[in-house]
């Protein structure tokens, strides 16, 4: 029989170390919410429009409301989670659970997220990197379990990444590691957001894909794709390559040749046992893997090469939620 606590007053408290914790996935466009438990699966999940410009306090208060929604749809209170962990794009203060700045928000400086959060939902909160969290998931309980070193590379707008080193995420000198986007690979390569020339997503992005395929179309490149590139995305240069389309072919042999040279930096400097992909471009499978394993084999020294696995997300769309709620789990450990 399920056991129906009532509250408080039960004489029997649920050990605080076992209680499922809500994870937030905030973006740029939809914030998205789980309940996730100690085996690291998704219990109940919710999704939201994020509406930045609102303004943290409005969003905030959206995304409790949201998360205590979500608790009830599961059966549960908030005194039945033991806390929530956010994950957000930016750069983040993460002594103080601070968004410092992030680009995909517009407006949001020093923004105090975590206690915005943990006040309104009366809860414990933790903060950290979207695309850190994200990375702790692959190798909590996705395509990197069980290693000890991994690193995500997320492929959307620009190119995230997360590092895990010895089972934790590396956050460097000042929470700033992972910017595996910014990483250059052309000194004189095309401007990025960042102010820089010739960065690792400029090119390996899936906004990069689809400015090359527009690019080399518009030179008179033939291609099934000529009627739409003004709306054209990642999935649609994937579906045309699956169909023969020869500029889309290559295309994906092209971006997999600039993923793997970064990949291929990240061997040489980490040595790490997992490279996990994710991201929209990822559903194109082979056609991508394939040409990033070829360059990075091809470019990268033998002892740093020996044995790493390079593979695509298995979590795709959760991996957010799950990573943050566990980061959260770890921080509330100790
Ligand atoms: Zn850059």
Redesign the pocket.
Known sequence: MKDERKGPSSSSKPDPDNLPALGVDLGGTNTKIGLVDHQGQVRQRLRLPTRPEEGPRQVAGRICQAARECLAAAGLGPEQVSGAGIGCPGTIDLEDGIVAFAPNLPGWRDVPLRSLIADELGRPCSLDNDANVAALAEHWVGAGRGASSLVLLTLGT?IGGGIILDGRIWHGATGAAGEI??MSINPDGPR?????RG????YGSATAMVRRLREAARQGAQTTLSSRLEELTAEDIYKAAVEGDTLALQNLEDTGRYLGVGVSNILHILNPEVIVFSGGPTAAGDMLLQPIREEVRSRTLQACYEGVRICFSRLSDDAGVIGAARRFMVTARG
């Not at 990025?192 to 820089?196: A, I, R, T, V």
């Open positions: 620009g986007g910014h990025c957001q960042c102010g820089n960065c690792y997503e400029v």
